[in-house]
């Protein structure tokens, strides 16, 4: 079993920038790739970005594009989401997530994840 854990949500002015953390407790195989999703009130989540283990392979969403990066580390078993000149619609419910089948063209689509984070808040204001 994998527990996600997501951190470093918070509050932040339009134009700022804050980092995500997911950390994973129990190990996940060298074939699973995690995600960053996010949710707004009342809006479908979202796929934002994803990375296999080993780092070699990312896919972005088109509309994050440009100001979020995803990294990983392995010996801390965490996954990061640099995420810059945030805007108020960036506002969501951000969460982190495992998939354990290995990368593929479907990375971006939620069913495909295994294990889900509880969530960190992020808030911009204008």
């Known amino acids: 079993q994998v527990q996600l854990v997501e951190s470093g949500g918070g509050s932040v002015q339009a134009g700022g920038s804050l980092r995500l953390s997911c950390t994973a407790s129990g190990r996940l195989s060298g074939g699973s790739a995690t995600g960053w999703f996010r949710q707004a009130p009342g809006k479908e989540r979202e796929f934002l970005a994803a990375i296999n283990w080993s780092g070699t392979n990312t896919y972005y969403a088109d509309s994050v594009k440009g100001r979020v990066t995803i990294s990983r580390d392995n010996a801390k078993n965490t996954v990061y989401l640099q995420m810059n000149s945030l805007k108020p619609e960036d506002t969501a419910v951000y969460y982190c997530?495992?998939?354990?089948?290995?990368?593929?063209?479907?990375?971006?689509?939620?069913?495909?994840?295994?294990?889900w984070g509880q969530g960190t808040q992020v808030t911009v204001s204008s």
């Open positions: 997530a495992s998939e354990t089948s290995g990368w593929s063209r479907f990375i971006n689509l939620a069913s495909k994840y295994d294990y």
